[in-house]
Nanobody, 121 residues
Framework: EVQLVESGGGLAQAGGSLRLSCAASGITFDDYAIGWFRQAPGKEREGVSCISNSDGIIDYQDSLKGRFTISRDDAKNTVYLQMNELKPEDTAVYYC??????????????WGQGTQVTVSS
């Protein structure tokens, strides 16, 4: 059974930092790309970033470049999202998803349950 478990969310003040983790099991982790997505209340889900199995990175939003950094540790079957200089508009539920390629991660069958990030002003 494939499982993706996000953790690391919580409450942060504007300007603060959080690091999200996505731990995977049930897949050959180093064969998969992992993407981070987020969904704010009343808004559609949007892509944040994706990292391929060869460490290629796609950042889906120019506005997050320089603040959010994706990385992976294949030894731990985990992908991280380091979020710095947080803003209230970063408040959302953050999800990770797994697919063979970043090109298809948004429509993947494999998703985590999400972790809430709330940024106060």
């Amino acid at each position: 059974e494939v499982q993706l478990v996000e953790s690391g969310g919580g409450l942060a003040q504007a300007g603060g930092s959080l690091r999200l983790s996505c731990a995977a099991s049930g897949i050959t982790f180093d064969d998969y790309a992992i993407g981070w997505f987020r969904q704010a209340p009343g808004k559609e889900r949007e892509g944040v970033s994706c990292i391929s199995n060869s460490d290629g990175i796609i950042d889906y939003q120019d506005s997050l470049k320089g603040r959010f950094t994706i990385s992976r540790d294949d030894a731990k079957n985990t992908v991280y999202l380091q979020m710095n200089e947080l803003k209230p508009e970063d408040t959302a539920v953050y999800y990770c998803a797994a697919a063979r390629r970043c090109a298809t991660v948004a429509v993947s069958y494999y998703w985590g349950q999400g972790t809430q990030v709330t940024v106060s002003s």
